[in-house]
């Protein structure tokens, strides 16, 4: 089934934005920003988490997180190891959600209208994917510019 794949991605890539903030030799440098780069890789974590927990979390595990979207991006000096747990944590709700979808739950409009239009929860579950993606290359791309 479709979700057994996406769970396998989600948790792949997740272990990749893990190994990249393992590869700052600097934990503050995780924070770090400059003219060309608005984001550090931290708050870009933040954000996932956020994101992740509120969309596949919330809206198909049921969980009762609470997102703030403003802390994912002000929120400053997070620990390292905080950050990991916290993508840990992320990884165990999507694979407790997700299994709770079926072939028919995945063909059903998404139950939040997030994009421009509505879609079903197997083409949000693939946009979030491919975002989660987006940040992962842009965290690489920050701890490379960062330190060098």
Do not use: C
Request: charge should be neutral; avoid cysteine; hydrophobic fraction near 40%.
């Amino acid at each position: 089934m479709i979700t057994d794949t996406l769970t396998a991605l989600f948790e792949r890539d997740l272990n990749r934005v893990i190994n990249e903030l393992h590869l700052y030799r600097s934990e503050t440098n995780i924070w770090r920003t400059e003219k060309a780069i608005a984001n550090s890789a931290g708050n870009l974590a933040l954000h996932l988490i956020g994101n992740l927990n509120t969309y596949i979390g919330k809206e198909i595990g049921k969980t009762n997180y609470v997102r703030n979207r403003e802390l994912e991006f002000s929120l400053k000096d997070v620990p390292r190891q905080v950050l990991i747990q916290q993508l840990n944590d992320t990884i165990a709700i999507i694979k407790t959600s997700l299994k709770l979808l079926t072939d028919e739950d995945l063909n059903k409009k998404y139950p939040t209208l997030v994009l421009t239009e509505a879609t079903t929860t197997e083409f949000f579950l693939m946009h979030l994917l491919s975002h989660l993606n987006y940040h992962l290359g842009q965290i690489n791309y920050h701890r490379r510019w960062i330190e060098g």
